[in-house]
């Protein structure tokens, strides 16, 4: 099991920064790459980025390529999502979450309760 708390949302204008992170106890974090997914109101829920065990490959959503950036820091157990140029559109609650083996964008096993990021025009 791995458990996963998801922090650093809030409300931010258009154009702001804001930095997610999810720490993870329970099981040997190094052992799995990490996601963050969004779910905006009566949307399904998204991909946004992805990262690999050692933290040398990672994935993007084409909406977050250029804005956000997905790093890990396996030493503290922790994974964040840095967020540049944000959007209205990319108010959403944001999860992070864990699959063991490499770096995808499906088959994610442990989530966390999530993060509200509200950006206001």
């Known amino acids: 099991q791995v458990q996963l708390v998801e922090s650093g949302g809030g409300l931010v204008q258009a154009g702001g920064s804001l930095r997610l992170s999810c720490a993870a106890s329970?099981?040997?974090?190094?052992?799995?790459?990490m996601g963050w997914f969004r779910q905006a109101p009566g949307k399904e829920r998204e991909f946004v980025a992805a990262?690999?065990?050692?933290?040398?490959?990672?994935n993007y959503a084409n909406s977050a390529k250029g804005r956000f950036t997905i790093s890990r820091d396996n030493a503290k157990n922790t994974v964040y999502l840095q967020m540049n140029s944000l959007k209205p559109e990319d108010t959403a609650v944001y999860y992070c979450?864990?699959?063991?083996?490499?770096?995808?964008?499906?088959?994610?096993?442990?989530w966390g309760q999530g993060t509200q990021v509200t950006v206001s025009s």
């Open positions: 329970g099981r040997t974090f190094s052992y799995y790459a």
């Open positions: 990262i690999s065990v050692s933290g040398g490959n990672t």
């Open positions: 979450a864990a699959r063991l083996g490499e770096v995808a964008y499906t088959g994610y096993n442990y």
